[in-house]
């Protein structure tokens, strides 16, 4: 929250960012993205992204998931990054 930008700009963004809190307390935030097979060269591939931050007090993660594929399973963005945060024991607990 360092930005030249107003506190209540910033809180606005959180708060549409917010997705869900998970185990241990841990907030979820994040945008999904997605493009057709028109964005690739091949013509072939989608590409799929996933970008955002978990946080907890002042802890403070922040990733980005970028998917590359023939067929995207779109809705599995945000929980493949949920496991993958579990599994960097960045986050602990039970997912669902």
Same mark, same amino acid.
């Given at each position: $929250?360092? /930005?030249?930008?107003?506190?209540?700009? #910033? $809180?606005?963004?959180?708060?549409? /960012?917010?997705?869900?809190? !998970? &185990?241990?307390?841990?907030?979820?935030? +994040?945008?999904? +993205? *997605?493009?057709? =097979?028109?964005?690739? &060269?091949?013509?072939?591939? $989608? !590409?799929? *992204?996933? %970008?955002?931050?978990?946080?907890?007090?002042s802890d403070f993660f922040s990733f980005?998931?970028? #998917?590359?594929?023939?067929? #995207?399973?779109? &809705?599995?963005? @945000?929980?493949? %990054?949920?496991?993958? !945060?579990?599994?960097? =024991? @960045? @986050?602990?607990?039970?997912?669902?």
């Amino acid at each position: $929250q360092q /930005l030249p930008i107003s506190k209540h700009a #910033i $809180q606005m963004t959180q708060n549409l /960012l917010f997705l869900e809190t !998970l &185990p241990g307390g841990w907030k979820l935030y +994040g945008k999904t +993205g *997605w493009s057709g =097979s028109n964005s690739r &060269p091949d013509g072939e591939n $989608q !590409l799929g *992204w996933f %970008v955002g931050w978990v946080e907890k007090g002042s802890d403070f993660f922040s990733f980005a998931y970028n #998917i590359c594929e023939n067929k #995207i399973n779109l &809705p599995m963005r @945000i929980p493949r %990054v949920k496991q993958l !945060l579990l599994e960097s =024991s @960045i @986050i602990k607990g039970e997912i669902h």
